[in-house]
């Protein structure tokens, strides 16, 4: 796998965006449907790989997934992902008594699943899972403004919590190894809403001891962040991800150009204006425009910025790509 990196950065023509949730179109199901099924979502992201020249299939991103497992109540919706109701945490105490819970528990076995379905269907390209990040999980059970605040007035409630996230993701990261997965791409975004020294105690630390438990030369490790990243490169990159995706609020040639040179850095058109609400023509306008600002790094991979939404016209997507692919050919 890390000569699939090598691969990325000899060949400019490739492309993987976070495309899974609109296969709901393909296979005429709902999101809520969708996320109780390891079977639709196999057969949605094998659709999305023989419609799309994705250069590896991705499954599911669901940051409720893992929060679930640890107890929190989650919100379902026909058309949108899950998300989080309420705090599960509400002081250290609670905390101390958190059970981390058995892989497989409640919906992460249908996502386990699911991976080992999609190796067996699409034999063409690396298969990669997403995970919710520790600071992002940990947010999630004690709620966003919560944790912020937390980290400033209760610092070992926030660490407690973290400890309890990094014990249960590694060795779920470890199973989705087992079943079959290439790589993996973790999600941190509450981590853009950090201070570069906060980021640094309370994300990029616990992050890279997962990368450094789970790493081996076939296994990929790609950091997500749809925040704005710039004042946290510095933290970031010590994280020694073999790529990393950034979102549309980040200034992608600045990433680039403070990037190691033998990373990738994938992103970042608008999942939400362009892929959602947009239209073939300002996606080509869109797609050439990253593309000219990038083409000079030989380490930029152009993707979404983040999970493309459920909705997403389907005409939009296949914009993407035909734009992608013309511009590369020219």
Known sequence: MKKWIEYQLKNRQLTMPILTFPCTQLINCTVDQLVHDSDLQARGITEIAERYPMSACLTMMDLS??????????????????????????????????????????????YLDTVEKVKKMV???????????????????????????????????????????????????????????????????????????????????YIKRIKEAVDDDDFIFIYHNCGNVKPLLQSIFTIGADAYHFGNATDMVGALSASP?????????????????????SMKKAVISLLDSCNQYDNFVISSGCDIPAQSKLENIDAYFKEVTSYYQK
Do not use: Q
Request: proline content about 7%.
């Open 123 to 205: 034999t063409n390209r690396p298969v990669f899972a997403g995970i919710t990040g520790p600071f992002t999980l940990a947010g999630r059970l004690m709620d966003m403004t919560e944790i912020m605040v937390n980290c400033y007035l209760d610092p070992e409630f926030v660490h407690l919590t973290l400890e309890k996230m990094v014990d249960f993701l590694i060795p779920y990261i470890l199973e989705y190894k087992k079943r079959g997965a290439n790589g993996i791409v973790i999600a941190e975004p509450a981590a853009g809403l950090l201070s570069p020294k906060l980021c640094e105690e309370f994300s990029s630390k």
């Open 261 to 281: 040179k033998d990373v990738l850095i994938m992103g970042n058109i608008h999942p939400v204006y362009e892929f959602d609400k947009g239209t073939p023509d």
């Open 65 to 110: 997934v893992e929060a679930e497992a640890f107890g929190a109540e989650v919100r379902f919706s026909s058309t949108e992902v899950p998300t989080v109701v309420g705090a599960l945490l509400t002081d250290i105490d609670l905390a101390k008594k958190l059970k981390i819970p058995k892989i497989g528990e409640k919906r992460t076995k249908i």
